[in-house]
């Protein structure tokens, strides 16, 4: 079986690390032109390694084997938050590049076919998701045009910037694939909560998000009586803590919920807020939950509706992801080596975190590994995995991919 | 005694109108290009009312009597918020200008002292009520040093720009005048609401500002378990919805609150705020019932503190207006101008809103006139009085002041 090189993988993390680098942490959100160094430095390392490596029209980099046989695709994505960590989904690149070396040592692994790709923008500077969605055929042109980031800059433009318009764009052809398989940084508390140094992932939980807007009437924050004010924070307030009290008592044991953000126009200390907006979002594997939660914010607008006299809309949500299953196939193969590598420090767990694997769960049996995340934080500066842990994770997962391959054949 | 000519009046508040004009509102945000431009243009017409007028080193467009003896005051301001209505302050500047005007045109006025302001950035954009605060002697040097607005151009920049650098500012010599009045629009609902058409302010609240800060920990909206997250903005609505409930129960019948701000950081749907914050401002005209106020909201911070898991402190109050009181003599000339041109039509009350008299009735007698603000809006484009209303209240005006003069020479 293939034997991972730690010290290399670690060293050339810490290469990839040195692009956007910003305290601990990482600067590196998608098709900013440091991403862009990094998918470049990124090409040449899966060259070495021996895969045809480039970076596709959306931003991609996708290095295919050369091998022949049924390949098995790995992939997580190398841009990040706007204060992001230094793993995150970098860390299953590096792993998918390592198992490709780790491979061509071992006769016995050779001439196994391994892809790896760092899809683009999962983190959503532009569009979600966008590398894995446009390589699963679910995205199409229209919601490309539409797309742009926080400042207004859109995709189109940025992917002009970057040299990459016009280029040759990725598509999944199933017929050639096995598996894809995924690694990534738990970003929750569970493992280390259970004392476990790897988790194999049961399924992607779902998410829906729902921006509600307030609609009263902006006046002086002197004049104004009280009796007489449309106040659309107060309004706000009032809901938004609501919310979190039904949501409390209702919820499931692993749902979470987050108002993330509120804005208040015209936003002055001295002026009554005419308009206000949230954003609310909820998590569960359980959609049926979801649904229940769902009715109860409509429960929620209504009744404030009928208090009034601020009105209250839910706006047509922008995200929806549906929760998806892992393949239970697969799961064995990551617990089996798991339990070799790591006997009895490994659990079965949903991922609370969106990941690229719910869009190639859509065409491919998929499969995702977890290694700890330290005190639970991510996509913040202070983010963390023990060495070991990262090692560790990269050998069992190079051990599963053999071991797909090598018995799938 | 004075006849006001309404034509003229009014001729000339539409065309300060049309600087900065923005539909039915102004855009002139002080020391702003349009602003100056306006300035400009009120010192020509100031000169042509026979003052010695200009632009003073901080801003101030101040036009001086030639006439002997004690002088009136009169002033207010023609800046504006970033979304203001066309008469705000900008109405008891034009009275002032008009009431100069007349006088010159009655043979028992003609020699009256009456001098016209219109004081520099009442509305805060750099520092509130900064021209009367800087002719009653009432702000340092340090501070103005510390001034910039909400883009972080700082006061001292601006002047810089407007050429006013260096200038020399006015500041009160009290032996000069026999007293300040001041007219504005109602800004509220009360004299629409009791069918008047005159206020005479009996005194100005006072306003409290909060800045109340909430600090927890940032984290993944996804994978960060309920129980174990230290959401500021979770903290923040719930507070802020008890202050809604607290002070619903505790305030006076004219007190007023808003909570005007509400920031998240980092402010992402999929990320727990970090840090929140919010203003809170409160307003009487009662001290010890705001001192009251004041404490209760301690007692919210220490119940919040108590139970955890956010911090949460009070940052020292920027802004603190103690209240105001008219001055009784005066309002008894406004009151019989008043009973005059409208018998019956005009009603004494206290003004809700910041005025610069209220910088001024700590070095001179002071006395405000109010003309009834449609629906109560103001600080808003929609803002309006009606033409018939700015005409009587101009006469109204214009007759107390004849008679304090005439009355108190």
Redesign the interface.
Known sequence: MPVINGDRLLRDLETLRTFGKCGNGVVRQSLSEVDMESRRWLVERMADAGLDARIDGIGTVFGRSRNPGKALLVGSHTDT???GGWLDGTLGVMYGLETVRAFAESRETRDLAVDVASWIDEEGTFFGLLGSKMFCGLVGEAELDGASDAGGRTLRAALRDAGLEGSFVERCVPDRYRAYMEAHI?????LEEEKRRIGVVTGI?G?R?LSIRFEGQ?????????A?RR?A??A???F??RV?EVF?SH?GP?????????R?E?????????RAWL?L?F?DADEALMDRLGDLVEDLVRECNACGPVTVSIEPAKDRTAAALMDAGLQRYLEAAAERHAPGAWMAMP????HDAQNLAQVLPSAMLFVP?KD?????FEEDTSREDIVLGCQVFADAVASILLEGT
């Open positions: 938050q706007p204060t738990e970003q929750g508390p569970w939980v998410i998000s902006q006046n002086h924050a002197g004049t104004t009586p009280m007489r106040d924070g107060a706000l307030v009032t938004a803590s979190h409390a919820a692993r749902s979470v919920w987050t108002i993330g953000t509120i208040l015209p936003g002055a200390a001295s002026i009554i807020p005419g954003t979002q998590r991922s609370a975190a969106v995340s639970g934080i991510s996509h913040a």
